[in-house]
């Protein structure tokens, strides 16, 4: 079964950091592309960032509103994607989600997400 | 950055009822556009990529049309199960956008 599951959410100060990780099972996690996407209800869905394949030098992008703040990266040993968080804001509170991405560029599989709250 | 305008926003259908639901981007896309369905508590799912290629399991009432600009997801007879909220997502430029989802009830 291929599955997604990510972990590392909590609460944290505004200021403060946050590692998410996303352990991926059930396929060949280095043949593709990995994104993080976040949801709040004010901002609805709004995707994060996006890390491609070895062959592509580890490629990232990034959400102009993360660019700075926040690092994916990944371990296809551990068939694992991360998303390193610092200066965290109120508005990065939401849930967030790992999504398998084909080489194509579309999102196929989805984790049960992991919830972020920045608050004081 | 693209704009991705779904409509309706919200809309109340009865089973059996054939439904459609829009997105308009702001510029031409090249139909790289998914929709995702996504129920209360669930992480969203995906139904349809590259504006009219379904997704495996996903059953044959879903179906993707459009281009350029404009695109819709169609159910082709509601079923209870189709209940929660449907949003589109555009993956031909960075940054990646998604629209602000419509809610689907039943009637």
């Known amino acids: ?120 | 950055d693209i704009k991705m305008t779904q409509s309706p926003s919200s809309m109340y259908a009865s089973l059996g009822e054939r439904v459609t639901i829009t997105c308009k981007a702001s510029q031409d896309i090249n139909s790289y556009l998914s929709w995702f369905q996504q129920k209360p508590g669930k992480s969203p799912k995906t139904l349809i990529y590259r504006a009219n290629r379904l997704v495996d399991g996903v059953p044959s009432r879903f179906s993707g049309s459009g281009s350029g600009q404009d695109y819709s997801l169609t159910i082709s007879s509601l079923e209870y199960e189709d209940m929660g909220i449907y949003y589109c997502l555009q993956y031909d430029e960075f940054p990646l956008t998604f629209g602000a989802g419509t809610k689907l009830e039943l009637k």
């Open chain 1, 1 to 120: 079964e291929v599955k997604l599951e990510e972990s590392g959410g909590g609460l944290v100060q505004p200021g403060g950091s946050m590692k998410l990780s996303c352990v991926a099972s059930g396929f060949t996690f280095s043949n593709y592309w990995m994104n993080w996407v976040r949801q709040s209800p004010e901002k609805g869905l709004e995707w994060v960032a996006e890390i491609r394949l070895k062959s592509n030098n580890y490629a990232t992008h990034y959400a102009e509103s993360v660019k700075g703040r926040f690092t994916i990266s990944r371990d296809d040993s551990k068939s694992s994607v991360y998303l390193q968080m610092n200066n965290l804001r109120a508005e990065d509170t939401g849930i967030y989600y790992c999504t398998r991405t084909t080489t194509v560029g579309y999102f196929d599989v989805w984790g049960a997400g992991t919830t972020v709250t920045v608050s004081s």
